[in-house]
């Protein structure tokens, strides 16, 4: 009798495991399951530097995935945001059935972006996106992503590159600095640039800490000119300041780039 009621008992155990046990054939896929975070060396001009890469779930399965470049610097005249990152990463978790590398360098270097070091930070990420090209993914769409300083390198680059040396194919830019916003209208207005380019994305904005006047005459020189290369979103965040524009601006963006 004390056998048949221990095996009853035992049963009724594997009946209730069985039944609170998640039917994982109709749940969703969770983004956040699994993902990896690699780290790199490459070269740039000679120099050896580190970068690293978020790796999605889907990479094991798929290496063929477009990828994001993030570029920030040690901003020199506002709080340092140490997630920028990571709100990338969420960005691209936001977006429905859609998956991306993020790379950017490993440490935050120690570097006020300005006009005249242009050519040598951008090399840095165009030296990045060969090594990755290389290594890690075949997909030749590539994304340029920054805010401050940091995003005037975007923007020069949006408008320097030209269809024989081009790199990025989307470009997000939040709250250029004075000394960018300044070089950009000049360029602009002198028509000082390529102009045989690839189709181009951007989305463009800034926050009320920015001057707003620089940046809707930077604004208007873009969507006057017509450019029959460039798709462009602007938008005017007027409740957010620098520090805290870029955790929207950045989904905001990467949803306009590769969703639209």
Not at 27 to 47: E, H, M, W, Y
Not at 150 to 179: H, K, Q, R, Y
């Amino acid at each position: 009798m004390k056998t048949k009621s221990t095996i009853t008992f035992m049963l009724l155990l594997l009946a209730l495991a069985a039944f609170s046990l998640p039917d994982r054939r109709n749940s969703a896929p969770d983004k956040s399951d699994t993902f990896r975070i690699d780290s790199f060396t490459f070269l740039s001009n000679g120099v050896a530097m580190r970068g690293k890469i978020f790796l999605p779930s889907a990479y094991k399965t798929n290496r063929s995935l477009p990828a994001i470049y993030l570029i920030d610097f040690t901003e020199q005249h506002f709080k340092v945001a140490t997630d920028e990152f990571e709100k990338v990463i969420d960005g691209v978790r936001q977006i429905q059935d859609f998956e991306a590398l993020v790379v950017t360098l490993e440490n935050i270097p120690d570097i006020d972006a300005e006009p005249d070091s242009f050519q040598e930070h951008y090399n840095i990420f165009r030296n990045m996106t060969s090594y990755v090209a290389a290594h890690y993914t075949d997909n030749s769409l590539r994304t340029f992503i920054g805010k401050g300083s940091e995003c005037g390198v975007v923007l020069m680059a949006l408008f320097l590159e030209n269809s024989e040396n081009s790199v990025f194919d989307n470009f997000i830019a939040t709250d250029p600095s004075g000394l960018y916003k300044t070089a950009l209208i000049e360029m602009l207005e002198n028509q000082d640039f390529p102009q045989n380019k690839l189709n181009n994305k951007l989305h463009f904005s800034f926050s009320t800490s920015n001057d707003r006047v620089k940046c809707i005459r930077l604004i208007t020189l873009m969507k006057e000119a017509k450019y029959p290369w460039l798709d462009l979103e602007s938008v005017e965040y007027t409740d957010s300041n620098y520090e805290n524009t870029y955790p929207v601006s950045y989904p905001e963006g990467l949803r306009y780039v590769f969703r639209n």
